[in-house]
Structures are given as C-alpha cells and as structure tokens.
C-alpha cells in the first residue's frame, strides 16, 4: 500500500529537502505539501540537520527513497495501462463476434422454421381455389343426364353422328404406354366413326402443347370439313383447354366441344408439393425430377410444372376459356383405398410372342379367329397403377382431407362455366385410358364413358344453338 500512495509522488523534486522540528526530534513532522512553482522549500521551525549513522543527513536519505519508489512504479503504469486497454480491445471484438454469431443463427433458425412451416402447410391453401373466386361464371351439374346416357349406351343406343372428328388428346408419360386410348378409338372405329389420337409430345409445356394442337385440328378440319369434337385425359384437357383459349379466334366453328376428363385445370397438389420452392430439400427434389424428365424421358420439367397451382393460376388470370361459347364438360372421380386395390393390376402394353398351339379353326368365323390369333401372339405388360393411385388419394385424404382420383382433386378438375359430371363410382386416375385385368362386366368401361361424355358434348352444343 506505502509504494502505491509514493508511486504517485513523482513530482517532488530532487533539490528540494526535508528539515525536521526539534520538538519532533527524528520523527516526521507535519509538514505543507509544496506545489511546483508556489515556493521554495517545505519550511519547519528548526533548520538544524541530523545526521544518519552513516553520515548521510536524514532528509537526504527520504528524498532518495521517495524518488526510487517513484520511479519503480511510474515505470508499471504504462504496462498496466496498456494491458487494460488490450482486454477492452479483446472484449469489445469479442462482443461484436457473438453479435455476428447470434445474428446469423437467429437468420438460419428463421430460415428453417420458414421452410419447414412452408412444407407443412403444403397445398392446403391452394386446393379449389378456382371455386373459390366469385368472379368467374358458376357450375351446372350435369351427372344425372351423363347416367341416363351411358345406359343408353350399354343397351346399344349409339347417338354419336359421323359428321364429327372425334379427337382424344393423351395425359402427362402417354409416350412412354402405347395403350393410352388405342381400346377407344378401335370401338369408335368399329362404330364407323372418325376418331384420331393426337400425336404430341405429353413431356412438353402446356403452351407449346396448345400450338401443335391448334395445328392438329385445323389440319383434321380442313382435311374432313367437319368439326372435330375434343376429349382430354389428366394433362391432355388441360392442353386442350390452353389450346382454345389462346388459339380460339382461329378455331371458332372448328371445334365443336371439349371434354375435360380427369384434369387438373386449376392445378394439382402433387406437382405443387413436389416443385414448390422454399419448401426442405426443394432445390434438391427439383434436380432429382429434372433428371427423370429431361435426362431420361427426354421431356420439359415444364410440363410438370405448368400443372402447378402459381403457373395455372397465373394462366388462368391471362387467358379465357370460351366456356360461353362452346359447350365443355368436366368430368372428375374419386379413387377407392380399399385394401384390394393393392392387387390390382393394370395392362400398360403388350409384348408379342409367336403363337405356341393352334388354334381349333372350325369354332370360329374367319374374322374372330383372326382377332383370336393376334390376341394369342400378345402378352399383356401390367403394373400396379391402380395401388399406386389408391395410396396416392389415400395421402391426400389424410394430409388435405380432400377427395381425389389419386393425382388430381375432384375440385381441381371443375372448370367455372363448365357442366359437371360427379359419377359416385370409384375410378383412379390411370382407369380411363388403361384397362385393368380384373373386369367387371355388370359396370360400364371406360370406352362407353368416354362415349357418353361425347354424346352428352354433342347435346349440350345443339342447345346452345337453338
């Protein structure tokens, strides 16, 4: 404590000394502190000097142990001063590090709870925004007029005329199944009816699909000189559509109707889930699709994702369908999830084979055993699109708690203006273009369906004329 009082003495200077009392004797007296420049001396009463055992005048020996102190710990003050300055230097960096640390986990944790609460919500937002918007033109159900057709059909009461051109556009993949439609368009070919299957890419972009079909119908137009009467499956109605309402200056009285089967005209869940941005892992499920399509497929991811809710949305908003002008038809279902869906199997294609035994010739007429004879030479290539679709609209079901054929809502598929057919049987996706093993005769097919749709299509068109 004595060397931090004196540390602090420095400016006592070295020719000034110390005179003691003599009432005192050779204690320190009270003395004045002397300031520099205000006197002289520190003054006492008697100027006499006493003299240390060494010869040495006491005073003498004060001032030089006062000045040894002083330098001593005037030296420590810029060591302990500079140090303090340094700790506060660490300090205040380090207070600006946990800053920039804290911040940046603050925006990482942000940034998760963004996208994990983005994934969870899904498409719970979007599905069946289409009713939803009061401005466009309402709904008129038409399922019980659609059942009495298709049991006229089934009793052989055909009422589709030969002066159309009956044309079926194919869904998302029907490139890659050469049984999309193929059983269809051979009954209305037996029917004597002019039936075609478009010939696009099902891989490529809404819009570039709607081009190549305005040149499609202008072509089966000009070649008949009769309407042509349109039905699309899945991404197929949604081509169509686009078609029509980009293109219908040039293809009014052209086309006589459009039915819409199966089709995500404002969107579907299962594009918008996959695709959606900011969602966890987006960036890395859009490569791995991408991959499958333009790699493999040699398709446009684009073609997936025109079916999104932001892109349908925005199609929507900027192109009208001229529902009040031609007569269109939406016709959706709803897939069972029943587990006996599971086994069934549905036929894709076929892989011909040489006949192994023939055929008893004599129980047959020469056209049935000609239909036999190829029949025997094919075997049929199944896969289970069926149980696909099922687990499909199963977790649809129980993420949304919505109805579906297993890719497409049942009120996604509902176009504003259109009519409605809401048939209660349980029909997945894939049943309208692929038929499945396991058939039973007491329902209607997919063929007569197709067919009913159509006449319902030509019914509806010669009222709005009239």
């Known amino acids: 404590m004595p060397e931090h009082v004196f540390g602090y003495i420095d400016w006592i200077p070295r020719h000034?000394?110390?005179?003691?009392?003599?009432?005192?004797?050779?204690?320190?007296?009270?003395?004045?502190?002397?300031?520099h420049g205000e006197a002289s001396l520190l003054s006492v009463s008697n100027p006499i000097k006493d003299q240390t055992s060494n010869g040495l005048p006491e005073a003498i020996v004060l001032r030089e142990g006062l000045s040894s102190i002083s330098q001593r710990s005037y030296g420590r003050l810029p060591s302990v001063f500079h140090g303090f300055r340094l700790g506060q230097q660490l300090a205040f960096h380090f207070r600006e590090l946990c800053s920039v640390v804290a911040c940046k986990i603050r925006s990482k944790l942000a940034r998760f709870l963004h996208r994990f609460w983005t994934t969870l919500q899904g498409s719970s937002k979007d599905i069946g925004w289409l009713q939803r918007t009061k401005t466009l033109p309402c709904l008129v159900d038409g399922t019980n007029r659609f059942k009495e057709l298709l049991h006229d059909v089934r009793n052989g009461m055909h009422r589709l005329p030969n002066t159309l051109v009956y044309l079926f556009i194919?869904?998302?993949?029907?490139?890659?199944?050469?049984?999309?439609?193929?059983?269809?368009?051979?009954?209305?070919?037996?029917?004597?009816?002019?039936?075609h299957i478009a010939k696009i890419h099902s891989e490529a972009s809404v819009e570039k699909n709607a081009r190549e079909l305005k040149l499609y119908i202008e072509e089966l137009y000009w070649g008949s000189g009769k309407q042509v009467l349109l039905l699309g499956h899945s991404k197929?109605?949604?081509?169509?559509?686009?078609?029509?309402?980009?293109?219908?200056?040039?293809?009014?009285?052209?086309?006589?109707?459009?039915?819409?089967?199966?089709?995500?005209?404002?969107?579907?869940?299962?594009?918008?889930?996959?695709?959606?941005?900011?969602?966890?892992?987006?960036?890395?499920?859009?490569?791995?699709?991408?991959?499958?399509?333009?790699?493999?497929?040699?398709?446009?991811?684009?073609?997936?994702?025109d079916l999104t809710y932001d892109k349908r949305r925005d199609f929507i908003s900027k192109h009208r369908l001229p529902v009040d002008e031609l007569p269109i038809i939406s016709f959706h279902t709803e897939a069972s999830t029943a587990p006996t869906m599971l086994a069934t199997l549905s036929r894709v294609a076929h892989a011909e084979l040489l006949p192994w035994l023939p055929l008893p010739r004599r129980f047959l007429s020469a056209s049935e055993y000609a239909e036999s004879l190829l029949?025997?030479?094919?075997?049929?290539?199944?896969?289970?699109?069926?149980?696909?679709?099922?687990?499909?609209?199963?977790?649809?079901?129980?993420?949304?708690?919505?109805?579906?054929?297993?890719?497409?809502?049942?009120?996604?598929?509902?176009?504003?203006?259109?009519?409605?057919?809401?048939?209660?049987?349980?029909?997945?996706?894939?049943?309208?273009?692929?038929?499945?093993?396991r058939k039973d005769r007491a329902e209607a097919d997919a063929t007569q369906m197709c067919e009913a749709l159509m006449a319902m299509l030509v019914e509806i068109g010669r009222k709005k004329c009239c």
Not at 25 to 30: C, E, F, H, T, V
Not at 172 to 192: D, E, Q, W
Not at 237 to 255: I, P
Not at 390 to 418: F, K, Q, W
Request: aromatic residues 8%.
């Open 16 to 35: 000034r000394e110390f005179q003691f009392s003599p009432c005192y004797k050779r204690s320190l007296p009270a003395t004045e502190r002397y300031i």
């Open 170 to 195: 194919p869904g998302l993949f029907s490139n890659h199944s050469p049984l999309y439609f193929v059983n269809t368009k051979r009954i209305f070919s037996k029917m004597g009816l002019t039936c």
């Open 236 to 305: 197929g109605g949604v081509d169509a559509a686009a078609a029509l309402s980009l293109y219908w200056s040039e293809l009014k009285g052209k086309v006589a109707g459009l039915a819409l089967v199966q089709s995500p005209y404002g969107g579907t869940p299962i594009a918008s889930d996959i695709l959606r941005e900011g969602q966890i892992a987006d960036k890395e499920t859009r490569r791995i699709m991408e991959l499958i399509i333009c790699k493999l497929i040699k398709g446009d991811i684009r073609a997936l994702e």
């Open 375 to 437: 029949a025997s030479l094919k075997l049929p290539v199944v896969v289970p699109a069926s149980a696909a679709m099922a687990v499909s609209a199963l977790h649809l079901r129980l993420r949304y708690g919505e109805r579906s054929d297993g890719l497409v809502t049942r009120r996604d598929a509902e176009v504003p203006g259109s009519v409605v057919v809401r048939p209660e049987r349980r029909l997945d996706h894939a049943w309208m273009v692929h038929s499945t093993l």
